[in-house]
């Protein structure tokens, strides 16, 4: 069974549209993180959160940590959003990072 | 700060070759750690250091070696390459602990054939 599983694997949204990308796993957890991989291949963090909701721009990161979940929204997506978003956390028995498959999103004008 | 610096970007490499893949980090990080990402897979860590002369193995080692000798680089080498270590591995670091935001390489893409 997998740690960590992310959803949508694929998301084609229209630009302006309202993007979710939800992330659950079945761990007990310290933080997560939420990364971006453009298709250069470049990967940049996002958010690390442990509680509770970060903004940033047009991203939005929450975590409920009783329900092991975790959701990234995007406002007002724009074709430039469109890249791989990866879930990773700590926890378990190894305090590593332990990372989901990624959701390929696509923002089409 | 260049930040996470990687070398090389490409590499082909032939069954049984073995080399090095650097990796430089001007942030004064404690933690660095290799990663590998292959297609429909999580990035997987394969070793990590919290400082200098500590290493430990992280998901998938076999096959890897890394030293840590200063703060700033943490080669991954490759010993006898294997089609199976075809990938794209990635180095990251952090600073203080892994709970902190992780700063990641631009990648190096191994052939092996």
């Known amino acids: 069974k997998n740690e960590v599983e992310q959803s949508p694997q694929n998301l084609t949204a229209q630009e302006g549209e309202f993007i979710t990308i939800n992330c659950s796993y079945s761990?007990?957890?310290?933080?997560l993180h939420w990364l971006q991989q453009h298709p250069g291949g470049g990967i940049v963090s996002l958010f690390m959160?442990?509680?509770g909701k970060k903004k940033h721009g047009r991203l939005i990161a929450t975590i409920n940590i009783q329900e092991k979940h975790s959701s990234l929204h995007i406002t007002a997506s724009h074709p430039r959003d469109s890249a791989v978003y990866i879930c990773?956390?700590?926890?378990?028995?190894?305090?590593?990072?332990?990372f989901g498959t990624g959701t390929l999103l696509a923002v089409q004008p | 700060n260049a930040g996470v610096t990687q070398t090389p970007k490409f590499q082909v490499l032939k069954t049984g070759q073995s080399m090095t893949l650097q990796c430089a980090q001007d942030?004064?990080?404690?933690?660095m750690s290799w990663y590998r990402q292959d297609p429909g897979m999580g990035l997987r860590l394969i070793h990590y250091?919290?400082?200098?002369?500590?290493?430990d193995q992280g998901e998938v080692p076999n096959g890897y070696n890394v030293s840590r000798s200063t703060t700033e680089d943490f080669p991954l080498r490759l010993l006898s390459a294997a089609p199976s270590q075809t990938s794209v591995y990635f180095c990251?670091?952090?600073?203080?602990?892994?709970?902190?935001?992780?700063?990641f390489g631009p990648g190096t893409r191994l052939t092996v054939l």
């Open positions: 990251a670091s952090s600073s203080r602990d892994l709970y902190n935001e992780q700063f």
């Open positions: 761990v007990g957890i310290s933080a």
């Open positions: 990773a956390f700590y926890g378990g028995a190894t305090n590593k990072l332990i």
């Open positions: 250091s919290v400082g200098a002369g500590i290493t």
């Open positions: 959160l442990s509680s």
């Open positions: 942030m004064n990080h404690e933690y």
